[in-house]
Each structure stands twice: as C-alpha cells, then as structure tokens.
C-alpha cells in the first residue's frame, strides 16, 4: 500500500518572516501527523529570501519537539556543502532526541549558485565529484560497517534511515548500487522520472539495509474543496517557480486568480511541463492525479510539496488530500 508523506521549503511569505515561516512549519507537521502521514521532510536550500530550511538539522529539530509520532528529515542535505563526520553528528544527535524517527535524505546539488561556493570558501564542483565515496564513508560513521579513524559521537549507532535523492540518473544508479532507498524529485524535474526509475529498479543491489527497491516519488499537491479555489492557491507556488527560474527569486507572493494567462507561452509552458507529477484540485480531482501517478510510477511512497501564501490553507490542503486518498 502506497504511503504518503510531506516535504516543506518552510516558505517566507511576502509581508512576513524567518520567525513565522518556521512556525507554520510546525504547525503543518503536527497536522501532517495528525491526519496520517508518514514522513515530514525539510529541503536545504541557501541564498534565497522566501526559503527559510537552510539551517537544515536545527529546523529539523524544532520539528521534531512540535511532533511526536511522525518521522522526519532532509529532503535532503547538500552533502557537497559539508562534510560527512560533522553530518553525522547532526543526525546522531537529532536520533537521540527522537529515537526512531529521523531521516538523512542525500542529495548532490549544491542547493544555489556558484556564489554559495564563495560563500562556503569550497570547491563545490570538485566537492560533488566525491559525493558517492561521502555518501559511504557517512553511513560508515553512523552503523561501524567500515573502520575509520575517528568515532562519531553523537553519531555511531543511530538509527538514521539514510535515503538517496536525485532529479537525474546519477543518484538512481548510485542509490541501487548502494543497496538505498531511492526518492526522486519529479515535482520539478519530471522529464527524467522514468528513465530513473527504471535505472534504480533494473540496478538495485541488495544491501544489508534494504533487501529490494524501495522508491519514493514527488508531487505538487494543492487540494481545496473546488478546482478553481486550489489553481488560485496554486498560483503563488507557481509565481514563486517562475520567479526562480528567471533568476528573480523572493518570499512567496499571494495568490492571483488566472495566473497562468497572464504569462508568455515560454513560461505557461514550463508550469504545463510539471503538470504531469501535479495534483491540484478538489479532493476529486487529486484523488484522481495521484492514483493516475502511482499507476505511473509503482511507487511505494509519495511525497507532497507545494506551498499555499495562507498557511491554513495547506494544512487544509493535506487534510482534505488524506480524507481522500486514504478511503
């Protein structure tokens, strides 16, 4: 049976601040774990005004004392921005103050521009190049399976569940040869959503922590009681995409009815090309999108991004998703 989870940006609003968007983020995990969703995820993203995660494994603790049941974790950490050892004690840290429900989401990409790399005086390119071997040498400081020099303390004996994140083949083929779970980023990368897939499934090697594939696909959702209340939702996530891709990225705007025919054709085209790994509408009609996509993908978890300017409005939006999906 499918399970479904959240991943949230802990948006910065226009008109509002750091303060508050990380106080919606808990609000929405308590009601992501009230409602029944398995994992609550936070993404690290640097350099932009209206996201507010970069701070990763403390916003994750101040997630985790707002929570009690629900699992949560990186969506992921930019293992290139940082160093394994001091990872590894993050995470450590976070399994001891909530046993049994962390999560270590990995990805490659640097989470911004090349000014983030002057800002954290690295060589993030060559930085990435050792991502696979930083990946195992992580895992080796959390479970002991290789010796190392040194012991992580916090760290050593966590139970971190450890995930593989990717939007392209690279982290498919590295997470089924590592024997990882697998989540890929099809909310905004959908074009590659097959072929990685079908790259993790055709490769996976079983490991000591995973005997077979287990994947994990996301989705924009954004459910309203009528199609039109949530596009109107939607439409600030949208705003805010279209902004980040012209290289104009800010807090995220309020929403604006009929938002997409305002638009030139280059940008209602780039919104349509997501609309393929999106679920925005009544609780019918993302009922319908998301059965459609595990039909598509055979997948064994979902996760749902996308923000709402009215933070009411997704909590809304995931408990009028889950009275549905979970029927």
């Known amino acids: 049976m499918t399970q479904f989870s959240v991943l949230d940006l802990v948006t910065v609003r226009e008109g509002s601040d750091v303060s508050e968007a990380l106080a919606d983020a808990a609000a929405l995990a308590q009601t992501a774990e009230k409602v029944g969703y398995k994992r609550f995820w936070v993404a690290e993203h640097h350099g932009s005004p209206g996201i507010a995660g970069g701070a990763t494994s403390v916003v994750l603790a101040h997630i985790g004392h707002a929570t009690r049941t629900i ?17 590894a004690e993050q995470f450590g840290t976070l399994d001891a103050l909530f046993p ?9 990409a640097p989470g911004a521009g090349q000014v983030l790399a ?31 020099p040194i012991m992580a303390t916090p760290g050593l004996g966590a139970k971190v569940e450890m995930w593989m994140l990717g939007s ?33 499934r055709t490769q996976f090697r079983p490991s000591e922590y995973l005997d077979k594939p287990h994947l994990m696909a996301a989705m924009t959702m954004i459910a309203a ?13 949208e705003q805010a995409f279209v902004r980040l891709r012209s290289g104009d990225p800010g807090r995220l705007p309020p ?20 609309s393929t790994a999106a679920a925005v509408g009544s609780p019918r009609t993302v009922a319908e999108r998301v059965e459609r996509f595990i039909a598509r993908t055979n997948a064994d978890e ?22 549905r999906i979970a029927a």
Request: glycine share 6%.
């Open 100 to 108: 049994g429900r962390i999560d270590l989401g990995l990805g490659r």
């Open 168 to 200: 392209s083949l690279f982290g498919a083929q590295l997470a089924a040869r590592l024997g990882m779970p697998y989540a890929f980023a099809s909310h905004f990368a959908p074009a590659h959503l097959d072929a990685a897939l079908e790259a993790y």
């Open 71 to 87: 699992r949560v974790g990186s969506g992921g950490v930019m293992l290139p921005n940082h160093n394994p050892f001091v990872i």
């Open 225 to 237: 009681e009528t199609d039109h209340e949530a596009e109107t939702l939607a439409s600030s996530h």
């Open 118 to 148: 002057q800002a954290l005086r690295k060589d993030l390119h060559r930085a990435a190049e050792y991502f696979p071997q930083d990946v195992v040498e992580l895992r080796a400081l959390l479970t002991g399976d290789l010796e190392l």
């Open 302 to 323: 979902i996760i749902f991004s996308g923000a709402t300017y009215d933070p009411a409005a997704r909590r809304r939006s995931l408990e009028l998703a889950m009275e």
């Open 255 to 274: 929403p604006i009815p009929e938002y997409r025919a305002t638009l030139p054709m280059q940008a209602q085209a780039m919104l349509e090309s997501l």
